[in-house]
């Protein structure tokens, strides 16, 4: 059967809606240079489309949404780029806020928010309180995170509370390494269903690596800034034609 690109279309069942989304939201670079703008004019058009991609994730009942926003690595690229990006959040937020509760959306983030600069903290910290009270989707921003950097300080924890007597090191179990990592406070929803990567590329680049142990992982070659709600049910529809095993084996089979 060919896939429907009309949304009206599409096939996705609304039973079986990944609950746990994360997207590497790659190509915004590409997109700008396609068009002889400036690497940031990609940045802010990629910013557009998490405005969309957030709210169709909300409609199709996803519960958490993970958006990987600055990696630990991103500060390697010129000071002018890292610094449009770190005012993205601050943009983002200061028009987008009265939808996102609007939508019933809580925004979350993950990272080391400390080493941010102090508008963008505060930016994140005031999304953070200002959705405090809605119940829906978790938005979960990972902005200056890096899954090794996760890795790394959960083990550190989990050091040290085995140096104080307050961790058996043979009880330490995968459930507590998962609690440990960032994305602990996700309880049942800590790893992604579904992982997409835009753009073409086909890597994870650092990001929740622990969590994906079982994700599946869908890549499209549309560029960020031109994804939208159709892509993002074509990316569930593919997700929902995998056959999940978990390592054993399917029932029907
Ligand atoms: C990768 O594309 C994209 C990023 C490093 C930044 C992602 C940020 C956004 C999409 C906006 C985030 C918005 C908020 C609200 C925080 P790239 O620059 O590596 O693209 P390229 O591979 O084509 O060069």
């Given at each position: 059967m060919s896939k429907q690109i009309n949304q009206n279309k599409l096939i996705v069942d609304p039973s079986r809606i990944p609950n746990h989304v994360a997207i590497i939201m790659d190509g915004n670079g590409r997109w700008a240079q396609k068009r002889h703008l400036p690497r940031i004019a990609g940045h802010k058009q990629g910013m557009e489309t998490v405005k969309t991609v957030t709210k169709a994730a909300s409609k199709l009942g996803v519960k958490v949404l993970t958006l990987?926003?600055?990696?630990?690595?991103?500060?390697?690229?010129?000071t002018d780029e890292v610094s449009f990006l770190m005012g993205l959040p601050v943009k983002f937020f200061n028009n987008f806020i009265p939808e996102l509760i609007e939508n019933n959306v809580q925004v979350k983030v993950m990272g080391l928010?400390?080493?941010?600069?102090p508008k963008t903290q505060q930016a994140v910290r005031n999304a953070i309180a200002d959705t405090s009270?809605?119940?829906?989707?978790i938005l979960n921003f990972a902005l200056n995170y890096g899954s090794r950097l996760d890795i790394k300080l959960a083990v550190q924890q989990i050091a040290s509370e085995a140096k104080a007597g307050k961790v058996d090191p043979q009880k330490i179990d995968d459930a507590m390494i998962s609690n440990h990592?960032?994305?602990?406070?996700?309880?049942?929803?800590?790893?992604?269903?579904l992982l997409i990567r835009t753009s073409g590329e086909e890597r994870i680049?650092?990001?929740l690596l622990w969590q994906i142990a079982y994700s599946e992982l869908v890549f499209t070659d549309t560029l960020w800034p031109d994804f939208d709600g159709v892509n993002l049910s074509q990316m569930i529809e593919e997700y929902q034609q995998r056959d999940r095993r978990f390592g054993g084996l399917n029932n029907s089979k």
């Open positions: 990987y926003a600055f990696s630990t690595e991103n500060w390697k690229r010129p928010i400390d080493q941010l600069p009270q809605c119940t829906g989707m990592l960032m994305t602990g406070f996700l309880g049942d929803f800590q790893d992604p269903d680049s650092n990001f």
